[in-house]
């Protein structure tokens, strides 16, 4: 494992009262091993397909990478059409591994076509995107594992129309592979029946936890990323993350300690990376952390009401706009910070001598600058007695990132079994799918339509 996780501020050693006794650890022994024994004993069981996804062979690899091959060197922009759990990990993956500018790069610099993951239905989005593709040379991955999002499938549908009547029935057919889970839901049978190219969701895979499956695999393939270096990173994470002893099991202990301040009253996680490239990795996290974790009810059917409110940061942006309250307000945050070591670039700031200003940030590089800033926001919240702790990258590749990842799903697995709650289900976002379907019409929902029409508004609590 190249990652690197200090937890020394979230312990009372080094930030006082509101840290952790080292007792709290040790004395619930009981509680690691169960929490353990829940996620590595039912290892690719269940929904946790997830743990399997990075143990996929060479020969699907190199499978995937002549496929990514094939539309790379025939696309000007590649899209992909997805929402939530299919769309998150391709955004965080482009943002870490490609070109911060890459859709400004000329063609020659860029070897990839122009990216967009479509993820919402804001009609002045979808209308601007037409703006900037030439439909013509676009390929597209609808990706959806239920095949049956509104969301999702709004977005195929005005795109598959737009390409018949731009390239004709036949060639449009070849501008749009799907993933999606194997014989079930709209999707998969209009793929079936277009004669689409259809990759697999495996079972037992949730949409948050499918990154490292074909659901982030083939776009990454398609845009040139190393997957076979992301899998291999996501294997050395997840051989960290099965080891027994919670001192050396880095999302074990960062698990715990975020129960335990949960338990604390410190129930908002702010996720802080410290470079742009990671800035959507803090929305992955979000996203897993907050639909994983937040639940009515145990597995005992008893009302917990758990979970943490996960907050995105950007190291040192908002340093300027946040860190006034994380180091100041109420004692409700445990901020993780995201530092790395080597920078893909180094800037050096002039030591210009005519310029009669800065001459302390003179010679120089923004590499210090930004580190020097994340160790002081560091320094600050823990001299404010402020739980946090630092994941250390020494660069960002696509092995480091594919550690990232797979202890993200690692960490909120274990989070969700000490807390005894089940992580892989969604009821809050399923209520809000199915009151979608009942509003637009869909034969079926309208016994939930009569739900929703029965809220009646209080005129005397609106102004207008
Ligand atoms: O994590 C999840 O399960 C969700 O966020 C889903 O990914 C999201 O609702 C999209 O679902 P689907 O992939 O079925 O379109």
């Known amino acids: 494992m190249k990652l690197k996780f200090d937890y020394n501020n979230m312990m009372e050693s080094s930030i006082g009262t509101h840290g952790i006794k080292q007792s709290a650890i040790d004395k619930a022994a009981k509680a690691h091993e169960a929490a353990y024994k829940e996620v590595v004993d039912n290892s690719g069981k269940g929904w946790q397909g997830w743990t399997e996804t990075p143990m996929i062979d060479k020969a699907t690899v190199d499978e995937l990478n002549a496929f990514g ?128 190219k259809i990759f697999g969701v495996p079972a037992g895979v949730g949409g948050r936890f499918s990154v490292l499956s074909n659901v982030g695999l083939v776009p990454f393939a398609v845009m040139g990323i190393d997957i076979e270096s992301m899998l291999y990173g996501a294997r050395a994470m997840r051989t960290a993350c099965e080891r027994k002893d919670i001192y050396s099991n880095p999302a074990l202990m960062t698990a715990y300690l975020q129960v335990l301040s949960m338990k604390d009253g410190k129930n908002i996680s702010v996720m802080m990376p410290y470079a742009d490239g990671l800035k959507t990795m803090a929305d992955f996290y979000c996203q897993i952390w907050a639909e994983s974790l937040g639940k009515a009810v145990d597995k005992a059917g008893k009302t917990v009401n758990c979970g943490q409110t996960p907050a995105k940061s950007l190291g040192v942006t908002d340093q300027h706009s946040q860190v006034q309250l994380y180091t100041e307000g109420p004692y409700d945050k445990v901020v993780t910070i995201i530092g790395v070591d080597t920078f893909g670039d180094s800037v050096t700031i002039p030591a210009d001598e005519t310029a009669d200003i800065g001459d302390f940030l003179k010679g120089h590089t923004m590499n210090e600058l930004i580190t020097a800033e994340r160790k002081s926001t560091e320094f600050a919240l823990t001299k404010a007695g402020r739980s946090n702790f630092t994941i250390t990258m020494p660069t960002v590749d696509a092995e480091t990132v594919g550690e990232l990842l797979m202890y993200f799903m690692y960490q909120t697995a274990f989070a969700g079994a000490y807390l005894n709650i089940d992580t892989f289900n969604q009821p809050g976002v399923e209520e809000g799918k199915k009151a979608t379907f009942a509003m637009i019409g869909r034969a079926g929902y309208e016994q939930k339509l009569k739900e929703l029409e029965s809220a009646v508004k209080d005129e005397k609590y609106i102004i207008s």
């Not at 993956?93 to 000329?106: D, S, Y």
């Not at 969301?151 to 060639?171: D, H, P, R």
């Open 69 to 196: 091959k094939s539309i790379r060197e025939k696309a000007s922009s590649f899209v992909v059409l997805g929402i939530g759990g299919s769309a998150l990990g391709p955004i965080c993956v482009f943002n870490a591994l490609l070109h911060l500018h890459h859709n400004e790069l000329n063609e020659k610099m860029r070897k990839a076509p122009k990216i967009y993951v479509e993820d919402n239905v804001d009609p002045e989005r979808m209308a601007a995107l037409f703006d900037v593709i030439d439909i013509k040379t676009t390929y597209f991955n609808v990706i959806t594992k239920s095949g049956e999002t509104s969301e999702t499938l709004s977005q195929f549908l005005i795109l598959y129309n737009a390409l018949k009547k731009a390239v004709g029935e036949k060639a449009a057919k070849e501008h749009i592979f799907v993933t999606t889970t194997i014989g079930k839901g709209a999707l998969y049978a209009a793929a079936e029946k277009e004669g689409f």
